[in-house]
């Protein structure tokens, strides 16, 4: 755990430069627009320790697949997020004396992503090798307005001398990724050009043959005053860069202002990129910095009135969720249904592929609650039209008829995770994408959504749990073995009850979704019958024989439901127990210890009580909360939130607040030590679960809104904005109670402490 | 399955060449001794498909671990064979035309394995891209009379032309193998030294530091006369050659006789490896090629006196079994406790390691029976000697106080495996090391070894086993998680039979060895309890309370042993009802698919019945060998040995000669489709078992020898040597009966069909 990043309301600031958490600061720092991104890498050259960071939504590469042992299924390859053109790039020169943080004594330096307008800026002042002293002001954003530009204003003040001042903006796509197996580069370049005022790069990446165009165009003033430019260009493959330098004394600033456009195949014809990209850049160039940085602090303005969550009276909490929901804002912006939210979004290469679980799970309530409905939907839509994928993909495992096992990570539909015990077995992973389907329509009530793509995903996917399952001569009982729940330090399980209860849930929903459709539209039900072959009478009895005799195990005794068949039978100690030096224990006891223990990563019974709260009562929960929550350790970072909506519906506060702290901060104050990597995207938006659900204890029931609010101790209040089914409402609890205002003209049922309020 | 290859008695025939199935060729026509080996590759330069493969004993590199994720506490690297010094390489000019039979039309090809004598014989006509036509005769062997010793006899004959016949010797360390992750050389040039008539190249292994010395010498002859020698020679770095050349006619005959001495820092001062490779080189090529060859022929006659298992009237059985016993006796030797037996001993680099479980549950009983009880001691120090590394091993895994977790691979003592399912859970090898404790004293009666190195190795095994058991407060009785057992189509199942078993036997047996040896001498055994810090009474009374309460599954019902908890509700199909199309399940069916079947890899309760034999009524062995059998596909190359055994025990026939058969002729026929990758070596020693064990029945009880044989139908009769104790007994059993004969003054017990014979 680390702490060096100031509390703030709105901004991340880092004050005083640390070259060993140059990485973190790269992370936590980084922007992006939903169509690309960019870490909080230097413009100008730096010779320490980065991780490079450049991504374009969608653009990926096929990489070769590597295991120590091979195994039958296994995927030929691992999608990776690409690092793509490096767009930021502006290498200085100081009276001929190339500019170096690693090499210079630095004076004084605050790097600060400000949330509130969207951009980041970076001040400091420091000395050369040479003996040269200078300001640096640099501030950059990634347009939300214009989701192909990004512009920077960089800017340099000579503060002990006079001299050239020479700065060299480029385009740079011979660029690597950290996690290629054999330092290959995967570009290969299609066009370069450089004149005196821009310059554009266009490159392919291998086997996936994406195309990305980037443009670049600048502008040099000193003292406020242009300057003409008279630009030395060099271009070579996937390289273009312009040197312009101007002669400064003592006090001048020189700024650069650098437009970039990035565009890429996912969004235009190759033969029209260069010329898309070319228009976009004028227009950009045209408006001027100043204006594109006005527009995008608005449109930032805006998106806070719909998703900020305001909480008085603890400033590190304010800004951990903030932080959270801010980068949830810059991921993934539903616009595009092929795009979704990746686990480090653009913010690192780590883990590759776009879409986990998380995304059904964890992501889509925020995006319900603050977005337009066309948001979530598009979520919803990506899943379908990967459904023939998720038919191949259970295929390869020798399912059939149509059955669909959708992937554990995949860019594309096609699976690309590489451990059996998850790519094969942690299959839960369809139930949550069939649960989605459900949240939404509850949320939103578009009922129209089953008939148009909801119920062929549902098939599919109820048709892999009725051949997943198998019926046990010995228990009479349908069974379902070899899986790994949610809690993966438990692997190829038994009766996992988390996964069988979602998979009969499945198998009923299903149903259910088939008489839905039939009585609104018989033919449309029939059409999708005819499409995918569906024999009704054969099929649907099997599920209804499944969900009759489906085997869950319990544990009588304690009244509880079981992680799986041998649970009880495992040496029962609490993480109490646990010396403080065993943990984390992914880092410090050997993975077999791990699977053989009964501490838990994600508790997943309760990950189902969450899911499906109404069909257990109150005394249900607590006795299940109150086995499994001490025994959870709560590495994964998707775990904390959970229960901390749990607990705050059983009303136990302080064990609500220490969740949600665990949650809220993960990144920010470096919980996991692996924020180097990149931000943990998916779990911030359970960060928003656990105080709207949590203590603002927000459910949709039967079309209305409840409210079943809690303020945290050390809080005056807490506040935040929901769309719901059209109406806008504003919710305040504070120690005088709760307010909620209605913001729209629609009118939404509402209950606080299931009073009816509205 | 291949069956290309010519049924002979003595002989492996290829006859005619398949550039398709060179590597299949070169792996079966291996040679070695022991010491050194060397796949069938050709002398010279050819530019087909090819494995490269000279493997010196002992010397390995630890390269990176490869996964796609890690898990903690995987050892850091994999120990790999190594591909070293190519000491065979002859390149030919004829008539300044490079010889590459890849590029000659061949008219006739032949490559014999002669078993009987111990050499490799390559004969062929062929015409050159040029025209030239040509006969190549090609002699080598690895001798075993001195296994420094190496030789080639290399005679080309033109058969159309006249003119200048040219050949380079030479040795090339700058070789690499096919397994390392990024293409990169192992070996650094230490020395290169070349004259007239011989040269020497001496290597590094980066890492470990390993040296090898590789010294040539070599005479030229035409038509029987020696040639006067005016060799160019070549060095650079890991390289060194000599070209030398003779005019010849047509028919002329011109033979290299090429002697090479490989000499290790396993075996020699590094200091003085260059003197000592000179003076062995010297003396082997001072004796010469005809008498090296003929002491070769004496010593392989000496080893088949020992170990030949005759079998009459099936060639295609009785060539088998010697391509078995053959290649187990060019693998390992047992005069270096240091060695021992590799997956693929001197055939391929596959597998890295070179110790598996195999050594103990499948070699062990062969050269406890065909070679000086010293040979299969020398195993048993082996692991001795690697007490510490298993020690620490399981440190690293949690374990404490002395516990030893031996190694799934080793080459060193350290683990170097990296699946978690295997590495950390097919924790059952210790019960085989434990084992073949056992079973070396059953067979030798040498019972001073329990104290001198056995209880040791004993101690450390049982206080694993009484650590990694838990107490289940449920069931109030010992259970052991998360193990996979023989059987490794389960993985991390609870209460493995097999693994439960033989855990509390290894308790029992430790048991037992602490009172003979004190009753033995109690001042060692206090020695031993004071080196390793054993409190006898807390320990062992832990011990026995396990031993007292330990749970086995078992299933009332059938009256059998389970394979591991779940397994009775698993779907229960044979394999029987499988479709030929989808076996092996290995390749054709994903994995978590293979480990929801009931399909058995290799039967482990058979395992243990085949261990324990007189601990179980024959009414259970048959009930649990009629249950597993047919759900058992025998894709371990163990498997069919131990099925063949039981079922002769059982009186099954049939079934006995099929398991016979799957495994006699497994690399000949390359069943499983990958001996081009080297032989199954360990798995040889269980075609021996099958029918000395099966067969013949032989068992050794109180000191005796007991045969109850079975005569196979298609066979007249078949016959083997066994060392007893002291005593050469040989046995033959026909149609007549069985006949046992004492080919030495010492007189030991022998029954057949429980009579005393002898």
């Known amino acids: 755990m680390k702490n060096y990043i100031q509390h703030d309301p709105w901004c991340i600031i880092e004050e005083g430069f640390r070259p060993k958490y140059n990485r973190i600061s790269e992370s936590l720092c980084s922007i992006g627009n939903g169509r690309f991104g960019q870490r909080a890498n230097f413009e100008e050259f730096y010779s320490g320790d980065t991780l490079q960071g450049s991504y374009v939504a969608g653009v990926y590469y096929p990489d070769k697949t590597r295991v120590g042992w091979w195994k039958n299924g296994y995927p030929e390859y691992f999608a990776k997020v690409l690092n793509s053109t490096n767009w930021i790039g502006i290498n200085v020169e100081l009276d001929g004396e190339k500019l170096d943080l690693a090499r210079c004594e630095i004076e004084q330096f605050q790097r600060v992503l400000n949330m509130k307008e969207g951009f980041l800026q970076r001040t400091l002042t420091a000395k050369t090798t040479g003996g040269k002293r200078f300001r640096l002001d640099s501030i950059r954003f990634c347009s939300i307005v214009d989701d192909k530009i990004g512009a920077i204003r960089y800017a340099i003040t000579p503060l002990n001398f006079s001299g050239k001042i020479q700065f060299t903006p480029y385009l740079d796509a011979d660029v690597e990724n950290e996690d290629s197996n054999y330092e290959e580069k995967f570009w290969i370049p299609i066009e370069e050009k450089a004149n005196n005022q821009s310059a554009f790069v266009t490159v392919e990446t291998k086997k996936t043959a994406f195309?990305?165009?980037?443009?670049?165009?600048?502008?040099?003033?000193?003292?406020?005053?242009?300057?003409?430019?008279?630009?030395?260009?060099?271009?070579?493959?996937?390289?273009?860069?312009?040197?312009?330098?101007?002669?400064?004394?003592?006090?001048?600033?020189?700024?650069?202002?650098?437009?970039?456009?990035?565009?890429?195949?996912?969004?235009?014809?190759?033969?029209?990129?260069?010329q898309t990209c070319a228009s976009s850049l004028k227009q950009a160039h045209e408006k001027g910095f100043d204006p594109l940085k006005e527009e995008q602090k608005k449109a930032w303005a805006a998106k806070w009135e719909e998703s900020d969550i305001v909480i008085e009276g603890d400033v590190a909490a304010q800004q951990g969720i903030r932080f959270n929901i801010y980068h949830m804002n810059q991921t993934y912006t539903g616009e595009d249904e092929r795009l979704n939210i990746g686990p480090k979004g653009f913010t690192g290469e780590k883990y590759g592929g776009s879409t986990y679980w998380d995304t059904e799970a964890y992501c889509l309530p925020f995006y319900l609650s603050t977005a337009d409905q066309k948001v979530a939907r598009n979520l919803l839509v990506y899943r379908y039209k990967h459904l023939q994928k998720a038919i191949e993909n259970a295929e390869k495992l020798g399912f059939k008829d149509g059955a669909a096992l959708y992937p554990m990570v995949t860019i594309n539909g096609e699976e690309c995770h590489n451990e059996w015990e998850i790519t094969f077995e942690e299959i839960h992973r369809n139930g949550a994408i069939a649960f989605a389907i459900y949240n939404?329509?509850?949320?939103?009530?578009?009922?129209?959504?089953?008939?148009?793509?909801?119920?062929?995903?549902?098939?599919?996917?109820?048709?892999?749990?009725?051949?997943?399952?198998?019926?046990?001569?010995?228990?009479?009982?349908?069974?379902?073995?070899?899986?790994?729940?949610?809690?993966?330090?438990?692997?190829?399980?038994?009766?996992?009850?988390?996964?069988?209860?979602?998979?009969i849930w499945c198998l009923k929903y299903a149903l259910e979704a088939i008489q839905q459709v039939r009585s609104e539209d018989e033919s449309r039900l029939n059409a999708i019958f005819d499409k995918?072959?569906?024999?009704?009478?054969?099929?649907?009895?099997?599920?209804?024989?499944?969900?009759?005799?489906?085997?869950?195990?319990?544990?009588?005794?304690?009244?509880?439901?079981?992680?799986?068949?041998?649970?009880?039978?495992?040496?029962?100690?609490?993480?109490?127990?646990?010396?403080?030096?065993?943990?984390?224990?992914?880092?410090?006891?050997?993975?077999?210890?791990?699977?053989?223990?009964?501490?838990?990563?994600?508790?997943?019974?309760?990950?189902?009580?969450?899911?499906f709260e109404d069909h257990f009562d109150e005394a249900s929960h607590r006795r299940n909360f109150e086995f499994y929550e001490p025994r959870t350790v709560h590495e994964s970072s998707l775990s904390p939130c959970v229960h901390a909506i749990l607990a705050a519906k059983l009303g136990m506060e302080e064990k609500a607040y220490e969740m949600y702290l665990r949650t809220s901060r993960l990144d920010l104050d470096d919980y996991n030590n692996d924020t180097e990597d990149g931000l943990h995207i998916t779990s911030m938006a359970g960060t928003w679960m656990a105080v709207v659900q949590g203590f603002g204890g927000m459910r949709v029931k039967d079309g209305a809104l409840y409210f079943n609010p809690m303020l945290p101790k050390g809080w005056t209040s807490f506040s935040f904005r929901i769309r719901f089914r059209g109406a806008i409402l504003s919710v305040k609890v504070d120690k005088n109670g709760t307010t909620i205002d209605n913001h729209s003209d629609i009118q939404v049922p509402v209950y606080i402490n299931e009073e009816s309020i509205l």
């Open 211 to 274: 195309q990305v165009c980037t443009g670049m165009s600048f502008d040099l003033f000193k003292n406020g005053e242009k300057q003409d430019l008279n630009s030395n260009t060099l271009q070579r493959d996937k390289y273009a860069e312009c040197v312009v330098e101007v002669n400064a004394k003592d006090e001048d600033e020189v700024v650069l202002y650098k437009y970039a456009a990035i565009i890429s195949s996912m969004n235009c014809e190759k033969d029209d990129l260069m």
């Open 440 to 503: 939404y329509i509850r949320y939103t009530g578009d009922k129209a959504y089953i008939g148009e793509y909801g119920l062929e995903v549902l098939l599919g996917i109820a048709r892999f749990w009725a051949q997943r399952v198998h019926f046990s001569a010995r228990k009479q009982q349908y069974v379902m073995h070899g899986v790994t729940g949610p809690n993966e330090y438990e692997n190829n399980v038994n009766n996992n009850w988390y996964t069988n209860y979602i998979a």
């Open 532 to 611: 995918i072959k569906f024999y009704e009478h054969t099929e649907t009895n099997r599920w209804k024989d499944i969900i009759d005799k489906m085997f869950y195990p319990v544990d009588e005794e304690l009244g509880i439901f079981l992680q799986q068949d041998g649970f009880m039978d495992k040496e029962q100690i609490l993480v109490s127990d646990l010396p403080e030096e065993d943990r984390p224990l992914n880092q410090k006891w050997s993975w077999d210890r791990i699977l053989r223990s009964c501490f838990i990563k994600q508790a997943d019974v309760l990950q189902g009580f969450y899911f």
